[in-house]
């Protein structure tokens, strides 16, 4: 595979020659004009041209092959892979041409046809390599069902993606951004012809027009880019690239240089030691950072001594010195680098985090960004950020702002009607922001009498202000029982639910638990009228103690992540007895489970008289949750399933007396505002009792 960037500097592309204009010439003519072309690197109409000489002579296989080289070479994923279909199965011929075709499909996004390609590929391979080679296709597999799970999981709603504007982006490459500022770009571009360095400044949210950056050397003839600025803004290191006219990827030859700032001016760049600048290899990509008195070089080459193509390594020299008297280079190691090639480090001092791209790690494309904690070459295992930084195409560049609230990326993928092709490689800019949370209020309306869903009811939700008072927001009738509110975090609210022929039933919360939920609300049970002689408020008044707290029931689903609802069997009644707890006071500690019972209860049943503190009732219960660290030095925590409601309720226990529980409530009530309804209830011979509310 052609790296794409050594330098990013392949300007692909000339407008491609219109061939349908010039149907009429020969397959051998159309041969003549690709071989000139593709001699010239204008691969792009050569590939058109070599096109054209196989739709006429569809038996030579190799025109076909020969397009679908000039397309792959400037990335031009589909036409490559259009071209190639035709020869895809002719391995003997072409030699890993199957590999190449489902690596084009990879890269146009189609992750499944990729898929079944690379596996055909493999099974029909026997060359000597084919271990090398198998390895090679499981990664590439492994990238494919990656970016099946990205595309379930969608793109991380924190990362904010920008194509930036004209004054930036040109229909040639733009490469190698620094984050000079938030407001100042430094980045590379060949806009005139050869690769130079520009700036640009945001004003008004507005990148401005991009210029050739001020005071710097003059660099007669050579691609000058990709250059990175200590911290002190003394030095700043760049590459200065020679390139061959048939140049681009590999054939091109990169050093990286040195300029001193002096005053407002730069001195003539020094070229690093020919052991960082090896011959006859590529040394680019310089990333610099200071650590007390070291300054750290980060760069990419393909020197000898590596694990694959190009490699990250790094060197170190003493900020005190004025002297380019750095170490010798050190592999970055195996946790980072590949049989494939690494590219474009950027280390963030804060983070502690390497940001390189790689072909050779597991990608969803060519190459992907990834980030890895560590420094030097200790690492931990490298990590891919995901979309949308990544995408099928190729990225690279990752480099973030001084304030941390963003950066740049460089990427070659289609977006939108913005850019069309993969051909040439823009700038985009990304941005952390905080999603959008819509909190809620749902649940359902039953009747208390038979437990059923109730239908066509009408519920209302009030905002309560500090000093208790309602204040009507929205009233919905519900035709299946069901509720649904938007609401804000950290308010009081209020739920009523009215239906001809019962008594309204209403509820309290409020969303300050809104770091760890997005849902709250809770069953609503109504009494039919005429059912045990009560009225609407007796009837409010046993819902509120004989339903297990419902109104706690507030915060039921986490925010991260949706918890699968917990379904609990009831115990199967024992009839042996269960090991006793220890007495507590007068209580005798004999256990027994009843037949009837309608709890799981995760504590002993004891015999006698005694009390316990109801604090909640949930419908997942964590007892580890941090809610609880205050009352669990008070008495030990429990958990009851009641079945008839799917709830948990959440008890402090055992209480020998009832003074004891009052003693206690208070505390519990004001640990967390979430207990503020707590109750004591009486337990006999282990058998929930009455609910005592003081």
Avoid at 3 to 17: D, G, K, Q, V
Avoid at 205 to 211: L, M, P, T, V
Avoid at 224 to 233: E, R
Avoid at 401 to 428: A, H, L
Wanted: with cysteine; aromatic share 12%; hydrophobic share 35%.
């Amino acid at each position: 595979m052609k790296n794409p960037i050594i330098l990013s500097l392949f300007a692909a592309c000339l407008l491609a020659f219109n061939v349908q204009a010039q149907d009429k010439l020969s397959w051998k003519k159309h041969v003549k004009l690709a071989d000139e072309l593709e001699a010239k690197a204008q691969y792009a109409d050569a590939g058109e041209h070599y096109r054209a000489a196989f739709k006429q002579k569809t038996k030579k296989k190799e025109l076909a092959y020969m397009a679908g080289e000039c397309f792959y070479t400037i990335r031009d994923y589909r036409n490559a892979a259009e071209v190639w279909k035709n020869v895809k199965d002719d391995n003997a011929t072409f030699p890993l041409i199957g590999l190449r075709y489902a690596r084009c499909l990879k890269q146009n996004g189609e992750h499944e046809a990729a898929s079944s390609e690379f596996v055909k590929f493999l099974g029909n391979y026997n060359g000597p390599d084919k271990t090398a080679i198998s390895q090679q296709v499981q990664t590439e597999l492994r990238g494919c069902e990656l970016a099946a799970q990205y595309t379930m999981k969608g793109d991380d709603p924190n990362i904010v993606l920008e194509h930036l504007s004209a004054n930036i982006n040109t229909p040639e490459t733009e490469f190698g951004p620094i984050a000079f500022s938030d407001e100042a770009l430094y980045f590379s571009s060949t806009m005139a012809k050869r690769a130079e360095i520009y700036r640009s400044i945001k004003s008004g949210g507005d990148w401005g027009k991009s210029q050739p950056i001020d005071n710097f050397p003059v660099i007669e003839g050579d691609h000058f880019c990709n250059g990175t600025l200590t911290p002190d803004a003394s030095r700043f290191y760049f590459t200065i690239c020679k390139s061959e006219e048939k140049w681009g990827g590999l054939t091109t030859h990169c050093e990286i240089f040195v300029t001193r700032r002096v005053g407002k001016t730069w001195t003539s760049p020094e070229r690093l030691p020919d052991y960082i600048n090896e011959q006859n290899v590529s040394t680019t990509q310089p990333n610099v950072i200071q650590d007390g008195n070291t300054e750290i070089l980060y760069f990419s080459s393909n020197r000898n001594g590596g694990l694959g193509g190009m490699d990250i390594w790094y060197t170190t020299r003493e900020i005190s010195s004025n002297a380019n008297d750095f170490t010798l280079p050190i592999n970055a190691g195996s946790r980072v680098n590949t049989k494939g090639d690494e590219i474009t480090p950027f280390y963030d001092k804060i983070e502690g985090n390497l940001y390189f791209a790689s072909n050779g790690q597991v990608s969803i494309g060519g190459f992907d960004i990834f980030k890895t904690k560590g420094s030097k070459s200790q690492w931990q295992t490298a990590e891919n950020v995901g979309t949308p930084l990544n995408s099928p195409a190729d990225d690279f560049s990752f480099v973030k702002t001084p304030s941390g609230k963003g950066g740049f990326i460089v990427s070659n993928r289609s977006y939108g009607m913005e850019k069309v092709n993969t051909t040439d490689e823009d700038i985009f800019s990304f941005s952390y922001e905080t999603p959008v949370v819509q909190y809620t209020a749902r649940g359902e309306v039953f009747s208390k009498a038979s437990r059923e869903v109730l239908d066509d009811v009408e519920v209302a939700i009030y905002e309560i202000d500090d000093k208790g008072q309602r204040r009507f927001m929205k009233k919905v009738a519900s035709s299946n029982g069901h509720y649904d509110f938007a609401i804000e975090p950290s308010h009081k609210y209020a739920l009523e639910a009215t239906k001809d022929g019962f008594f309204a039933a209403s509820y309290e919360f409020d969303s300050n638990d809104y770091n760890t939920y997005t849902d709250f609300g809770a069953p609503l049970y109504m009494e039919p009228y005429g059912v045990g002689g009560g009225n609407e408020e007796e009837s409010m008044k046993e819902d509120a103690q004989k339903l297990a707290m419902d109104e706690k029931v507030a915060a039921p689903v986490a925010k991260k992540e949706m918890p699968a609802k917990e379904t609990v069997k009831p115990e199967t009644p024992k009839k042996e007895v269960l090991k006793p707890e220890a007495p507590k006071k007068e209580v005798v500690a004999t256990t027994t489970t009843k037949s009837n019972v309608d709890a799981i209860n995760a504590a002993p049943l004891t015999t006698g008289t005694y009390y316990k503190i109801q604090i909640i009732a949930l419908k997942k219960v964590d007892l580890n949750h941090s809610r609880f660290s205050n009352v669990k030095n008070l008495r030990r925590i429990d958990k009851e399933f009641y079945s008839d409601r799917n709830l948990y309720r959440v008890m402090v226990a055992d209480y020998a007396t009832l003074d004891e529980a009052r003693a206690d409530l208070p505390n519990i009530r004001n640990s967390n505002k979430d207990f503020s309804d707590a109750f004591i209830v009486e337990y006999k011979d282990g058998e929930r009792g009455e609910t005592i509310s003081q």
